[in-house]
């Protein structure tokens, strides 16, 4: 059964940090894209970061609102996915979700298609 499991989130004041992870069962994350995305309410879900490993290269991308701040990770061992949040602001807060897309076609670097998704995990940024 393909599970992910988000946890990580809370509450923390601006400029503060945190750890989300997302525990994968049911697939190896190293053979998918793993991505984190996330939204606030009335506001569409957005792309925070993703990660993939295609032959011996492995990729990874940052949005530009959290390039510095945040990295996103994968531990194979743990069959896990990480984002490390740093430097938070209030316009951080959102539900956060991970997700997991097939590999990108030969010839494209993009995920598409994301077809399995956590519960998510709240993040807090108060000021």
């Known amino acids: 059964q393909v599970q992910l499991v988000e946890s990580g989130g809370g509450s923390v004041q601006a400029g503060g940090s945190l750890r989300l992870s997302c525990a994968v069962s049911g697939f190896t994350a190293s053979s998918y894209c793993m991505a984190w995305f996330r939204q606030t309410p009335g506001h569409e879900r957005e792309r925070v970061a993703f990660v993939y490993t295609r032959g011996m290269a492995r990729r990874s991308y940052h949005a530009d609102f959290v390039k510095g701040r945040f990295t996103i990770s994968r531990d194979n061992a743990e069959n896990t996915v990480y984002l490390q949040m740093s430097s938070l602001k209030p316009e951080d807060t959102a539900m956060y979700y991970c997700?997991?897309?097939?590999?990108?076609?030969?010839?494209?670097?993009?995920?598409?298609?994301?077809?399995?998704w956590g519960q998510g995990t709240q993040v807090t940024v108060s000021s």
């Open positions: 997700a997991a897309a097939p590999l990108p076609a030969a010839g494209t670097s993009q995920c598409v298609g994301y077809n399995s």
